[in-house]
């Protein structure tokens, strides 16, 4: 069975920085493209950013800058750098196989201004 594992959330102030890890099993992260989505309370999930089985990486224009996807083949690991955090930033975050369409069970980011 297909399992993604999320974790790394937490309460940070704004301006720091945070690095969420995506701990993948029975699917290789190298092979499929792999993204971080967000949903905040009231509002739609977002793509904030995915990385290609290629490694070209793209991210929503609220996070470019100052998010970082990346990913570790020897771990089976796709993880998400985030510096310069915001408020607006608070959400739960998941991590998706996007071509297999799995999910991992997300992990709570909350910015404190």
């Known amino acids: 069975q297909v399992k993604l594992v999320d974790s790394g959330g937490g309460l940070v102030q704004a301006g720091g920085s945070l690095r969420l890890s995506c701990a993948a099993s029975r699917v290789a992260v190298s092979s499929n493209a792999m993204g971080w989505y967000r949903q905040a309370p009231g509002k739609e999930r977002e793509l904030v950013a995915v990385i290609t089985s290629l490694g070209n990486t793209n991210y929503a224009d609220s996070v470019k800058g100052r998010f970082t996807i990346s990913r570790d083949n020897a771990k089976n690991a796709v993880y998400l750098q985030m510096n310069s955090l915001k408020p607006e930033d608070t959400a739960r975050y998941y991590c998706?196989?996007?071509?297999?369409?799995?999910w991992g069970q997300g992990t709570q980011v909350t910015v404190s201004s």
């Open positions: 998706r196989d996007v071509f297999h369409n799995y």
